[in-house]
Structure formats: C-alpha cells, structure tokens
Nanobody, 114 residues
Framework: HVQVVESGGGLVQPGGTLTLSCTYSGSDFAIASVGWYRQRPGRERALVAQ???????TYADSVKGRFTVSRDNAKDTLYLQMNSLKFEDTAVYYC????????WGKGTQVTVSS
C-alpha cells in the first residue's frame, strides 16, 4: 500500500521562498517518475515539475527558473523549492508517485499573499 504525504505549505509573501516535501513509502517496486502538480482555485490540476527515474526534470513554463525539483532516494523524499513566489502560485500542491499507476497525496496549501 503506497502512501504519499506532502508537507511544507503555508502563507508566504510575494517574492518569498518556500520548500515543499513529499515522502513516499509502501512499495518494493521501482518508481517510474515523481512529480508535483497544483490546482489553483477554479482551475484543473496541472503539472508543475516532474522527475523521471533517470533524473531528467520537466517544468511548467510558468515556474521555469523559479522552482527546482529534487529527490533524496535514501529518504524516499521529493522536494520542490519555490523561489520568487507570485500571487498566481497560490494553489494546493500535490505530489504524485508513479509505480505502475499514479499515487497521490492529499495536498498541501500554498498561499502567496501580502
């Protein structure tokens, strides 16, 4: 039973920095990819950043140069460092782990507000 848990969300001012964490556990199979998605108010869930098993990363155009995804395999943890945050980054951020199928966490709220 795969479990995915996000943490690190909160309230931050525009221009600020926040780092999200995602821990995953419960599978003996290889992870195909891990990623961060977000759902803004009134919008559908969308990809923010993704990392393949080989370490190749993909970013949404809106976060390129500001967000960085990284992974600590020893800790089974995925990170999302978010710099230069904007109002439009306000969303619920979800972690996804692909092991045959996608497993999702419950999300963590990020609010960018002055």
């Amino acid at each position: 039973h795969v479990q995915v848990v996000e943490s690190g969300g909160g309230l931050v001012q525009p221009g600020g920095t926040l780092t999200l964490s995602c821990t995953y556990s419960g599978s003996d199979f290889a992870i195909a990819s891990v990623g961060w998605y977000r759902q803004r108010p009134g919008r559908e869930r969308a990809l923010v950043a993704q990392m393949s098993s080989s370490g190749r990363t993909t970013y949404a155009d809106s976060v390129k140069g500001r967000f960085t995804v990284s992974r600590d395999n020893a800790k089974d943890t995925l990170y999302l460092q978010m710099n230069s945050l904007k109002f439009e980054d306000t969303a619920v951020y979800y972690c996804s782990v692909r092991i045959g199928r996608d497993y999702w966490g419950k999300g963590t709220q990020v609010t960018v507000s002055s």
